[in-house]
């Protein structure tokens, strides 16, 4: 079965900073990987998703993430954070006929 | 179009009572899922059904059941409520596996 680990549990940057949230997934075959970030009080909406191809993806509001086989990671980046950006973001994985497994969460706060 | 919508928004419990969660959404997705969502614990899957009439366990389904009798609908039922379930429950839809929509959720919390 899959699994997926998010290191960090939370992470506080400055706006305007850089910023890597970091997934790491076990699965033997390749997965199909996705980032949500859930807004406080919101319900969970799709950053972006990897199924195959090109290991660099583009989401929505700027972020980006690269899967990268050889470090079974996909960790989700964007160069500069704006304070909306403010909230929890989760890693999950999918594979064969199984639902999608989430992490644990990343809390990402952003100071002015 | 509403998306996923779950009633209600809130609900306090006390322990032994019983409840249904309701979840409805307009999208004419085949797959939905109910998660409980704990501090720390990230979002567990309870119970998903991958089509009308069809509904299978999750992770952790224990003192839950569900109905899927109409497509649009899934039903999260507790029977008999224990503090233990106090949590965020989350509802989700999806046409395929992956990509999931999500409700804002119901705050429970049982005394």
């Known amino acids: 079965a899959q699994s997926v680990t998010q290191p960090d549990i939370h992470i506080t940057v400055s706006e305007g900073a850089s910023l890597e949230l970091r997934c790491n997934y076990s699965y033997g075959a390749t997965p199909y990987l996705f980032w949500y970030v859930q807004s406080p009080g919101q319900g969970l909406q799709l950053l972006l998703k990897y199924f195959s191809g090109d290991t660099l993806v583009q989401g929505i509001k700027g972020f980006e993430a690269e899967f990268k086989r050889s470090q079974s990671s996909f960790n989700l980046r964007k160069p500069s954070v704006h304070g909306s950006d403010a909230a929890e973001y989760f890693c999950a994985v999918g594979a064969g006929n199984t639902p999608l497994v989430f992490g644990k969460g990343t809390r990402l706060s952003v100071i002015a | 179009n509403a998306g996923v919508t779950q009633t209600p928004k809130f609900r306090v419990l006390k322990t032994g009572q019983s409840m249904t969660l309701l979840c409805a959404q307009d999208m004419n997705h085949e797959y939905m899922y109910w998660y409980r969502q704990d501090p720390g614990m990230g979002l567990r899957l309870i119970h998903y059904s991958v089509g009308e009439g069809t509904t299978a366990k999750g992770e952790v389904p224990d003192g839950y059941n569900v109905s899927r009798l109409k497509k649009q609908n899934f039903l999260l039922g507790l029977e008999s409520a224990a503090p233990s379930q106090t949590s965020v429950y989350f509802c989700?839809?999806?046409?395929?596996?992956?990509?999931?929509?999500f409700g804002n959720g119901t705050r429970l919390t049982v005394t």
């Open positions: 989700a839809s999806s046409t395929g596996q992956w990509v999931l929509h």
